[in-house]
């Protein structure tokens, strides 16, 4: 989908005036005009304003490193045709999905899974370690795993390098560090209230770069209406926003348009409601699955369907609230992470996130499907483990970032919208 110079000039697959590199490229480099301007300093010459020419001449002129200049959300595959050699990469957050699969003979390489497993020759058993953490983790599938054993996701913040015998080599170009740095030590309240508004400020900014019109999904939470707020701070008209909302059953309340109404009127936006009868949400819930890469049992991705069918209509680019709560400790087993030490804390996390224990599943799986040990524990147990984080509950922020938000919310919305 075309969101950057919708030119004939951005079609892909692009190659560059000097026919020595091919790429595709799924997604958005917020920063694409500040490194054009770079590049054009450098000598590249360009031939459309689109992002995805910025990401060939940006890798002809500093290789894999490329990715470190990007600011954005982002899959790509590079050809370089003296060499043959095959360059894949994938964002920070892993929000533009890659999947893989290995064969005997080629690599086949895809943004959805329905895309890759359609020229066939792959193998589709059931990964038993990726059902052992779908089952145990609320859905979640670690990356590089997917479902199926033939085929793999090249995890977030990686690049890889295909030669051309086959053989690959990963680098992970982005690790942030999750202990507390000494110069904030003495950052008072209102110090880290003026600095995480500036960062949120600086992060809308950024994804203002849009050739076609942007809208919000508005549920009306504190995430959602922040990113409006900020993006009416920035000077954006016309801003369209929309809210979802599902008739009351049992005497239970279905939408929350009341908070989504306040913040449209404050702001003056363009809103949309939309309401979903009862019955429509069973009949949308086959259009829903279809839309899934991978299973996924997230209550809302009928609802984050249905309001994609509307919102395409007419906007192709939204921006949603998904993701803050792993970034700012929004969900409720971190008070009690943040009550314990590291030793205690990857039980702690188990007991209090996963669904079900390794021994209830001894009796849910058959013996072929049941691998040896509670390998979701150990994935938990082995990533917190890791050097870089100061406390329990930095560890589980790092988890949750980079494992659990790459394969639940950030997944839904794409596959979704």
């Not at 590249?44 to 959300?73: I, N, P």
């Not at 939408?255 to 109404?261: G, H, Q």
């Not at 994609?308 to 009690?336: L, T």
Request: include cysteine; charge should be negative; glycine fraction near 8%.
């Amino acid at each position: 989908m075309k969101i950057i110079d919708l030119s004939d000039l951005g079609a892909q697959p692009m190659t560059d005036a000097d026919g020595e590199i091919t790429g595709v490229f799924n997604g958005c480099v917020y920063n694409y005009q500040e490194l054009r301007e770079e590049l054009r300093r450098l000598g590249h010459r360009f031939r459309s304003t689109s992002d995805t020419e910025v990401v060939l001449h940006a890798y002809r002129q500093w290789g894999t490193a490329c990715v470190e200049h990007f600011h954005g959300m982002f899959a790509f595959a590079l050809v370089e045709h003296r060499t043959g050699r095959l360059v894949l990469g994938r964002d920070r957050l892993g929000i533009k999905p890659l999947y893989l699969a290995p064969t005997p003979d080629r690599l086949r390489f895809a943004s959805s899974l329905p895309a890759l497993l359609a020229a066939g020759d792959v193998d589709t058993s059931v990964d038993p370690v990726a059902v052992h953490q779908y089952l145990s983790w609320h859905a979640t599938v670690a990356p590089p795993r997917t479902v199926l054993t033939g085929v793999r996701k090249l995890p977030p913040a990686t690049v890889r390098v295909v030669e051309p015998d086959g053989s690959h080599r990963d680098h992970r170009y982005w690790q942030p560090s999750y202990t507390r740095r000494p110069e904030y030590a003495d950052m008072g309240p209102d110090e880290w209230r003026d600095a995480v508004l500036e960062a949120l400020r600086t992060a809308v900014r950024r994804r203002m770069v849009s050739d076609v019109p942007v809208g919000v999904l508005l549920s009306g939470g504190l995430d959602s209406s922040l990113i409006v707020a900020l993006l009416a701070e920035e000077g954006q008209r016309g801003l369209k926003t929309f809210s979802v909302g599902f008739e009351a059953e049992g005497g239970e309340q279905g939408d929350e348009f009341r908070y989504s109404d306040l913040v449209a009127r404050e702001f003056g936006t363009d809103h949309r409601r939309m309401m979903v009868p009862s019955d429509r949400v069973s009949t949308a819930l086959d259009d829903a699955v279809a839309a899934m890469s991978e299973p996924m049992i997230s209550h809302d991705v009928v609802a984050f369907h249905l309001l994609s069918e509307q919102v395409s209509k007419e906007v192709k680019v939204v921006q949603s609230g998904q993701g803050a709560d792993e970034v700012f400790a929004g969900y409720h087993w971190y008070p009690e992470l943040a009550a314990v030490g590291r030793e205690e804390e990857p039980q702690r996390y188990a007991e209090t996130y996963f669904d079900r224990p390794h021994a209830d599943l001894e009796g849910i799986l058959q013996p072929h499907m049941l691998p040896e040990d509670d390998v979701s524990g150990r994935f938990v147990r082995d990533h917190m483990a890791r050097p870089g984080a100061q406390t329990a509950l930095d560890a589980a922020l790092r988890l949750d970032t980079h494992v659990m938000l790459v394969d639940d919310p950030v997944k839904r919305v794409d596959n979704m919208t």
